[in-house]
């Protein structure tokens, strides 16, 4: 595993912006750099330091640039590290990166820069996992347990189980070198409490990455369209509720919201008023508060009466964004016509076995919470260590063998060392860090 590189990489999004960012780490990185810089400033002083200059690459008039340096061991990788900001211009950040390789730097790999600073100790394979899942993840929910993650919610209590374990078999080890004399290093009774309390808090950390692996949100989907537009009938029919259906347009006030399951998958299905220029309080904030369920659902299903014209503003929402939109056409069995969408009717229940197939796929294929490659692994990790913890406690429970005591800590030990990157393999790194984005 080689760190003795100088890598970069840019650090912002491709293409023009007001910003591009260039980052270099290693031990070479102000050597690199300093012949392309120029400022008033020197470009060393302290632990870290903002120097403004310019660049100076070939064929290009000097460019303004900002220089961030982090001195080794000060810095997130452990190593010097070098942030260039500069103008967001993709050919100006790829002559600035052209002349770096030049100069002897070498492309970062995925996730290179976060898997030096986990090699230079400045946190555990946990929290370097809960980086890559603060990136990636796209709710609230998943960013409050990546936040809680890299915070070391996991990363504390495991390292003092893990430090008590150790004194534990430091203990068991100091009585197998010392058979012969009649030397006590700990009691029968102080051992099983210890064991218990390991087994206990594994326990517990298991039920809490079983709880982590379900998402806590669940699948949204919005029913929407224009008054009277079938909605309310139609989410009746698929939750076996009882949401007021009147022909009169404007019933719903409210959005109402129910859970149903699909075969395993967790749907919540949420009804709401129907679009219409409200002119007293009442109706506008019923109005503020569907759009606000809209802005949050994950599948929003468009209601369009059959034989009814395509409004404006339902053609706006069927054209391709980014929001999942799905016509259908309700009140079927009043129209003998044959709709171009998935035909529904609430009355007699046609199309409704196809709708929730639909639900149910979708639901299905929603992408995993940021966070689930962590888990799993850890999963794996606590599974083993728990079964382990279980046979030590019964080795001194019917005071077997000192010497199987010993293995199964160890044994144990080795689990958790490999949950929070103690112990590791290049193949395990790998794995890790290569679902990092290039500049991270």
Known sequence: MQTRDTILALSTASGPGARAIVRLSGPQAVTFLAPLFESSEPLVSGRRALVSGQLRLPNLAP??????LWVAPHSYTGQELIEIHTLGSPPLSEALIARLLQSGCRAARAGEFTLRAFLAGKFDLTRAEAVHAVIEADSRDDLKRALKQLAGGMARPLQE????????LADVEAALDFADEDIRFVRQEEMLQRLGKALAYITLLGKQLDRRG?????????LTGRPNAGKSSLFNALTAGDALVSEEPGTTRDYLVRRIDIHGTSIELIDTPGWQTASETIGTQAQELA?????????????????????????????????SVVPIATKCDLHSSEPSFLATSARTGS???????????????RKQPALAPSLSRCRHHVEVCLEQLRRAHGIVLFEGPPELLALEL???LGQLGEMVGTIYTEDLLDRVFSRFCIGK
């Open 63 to 68: 460019i303004p640039a900002d220089v961030y």
């Open 161 to 168: 189980l893990r430090d008590d374990l150790l004194n534990l």
């Open 214 to 222: 379900q998402s806590e949100r669940h699948f949204r989907v919005v």
């Open 291 to 323: 759009r606000e369920q809209i802005e949050r659902a994950d599948m929003i299903l468009l209601c369009l009466e059959a034989g009814s014209a395509i409004a404006p503003e339902e053609a706006a929402m069927l054209e391709p964004s980014e929001r």
């Open 351 to 365: 199309g409704l076995g196809a709708l929730r197939a639909l639900l149910e796929e979708c639901g299905r294929s």
């Open 410 to 412: 160890r044994d144990a």
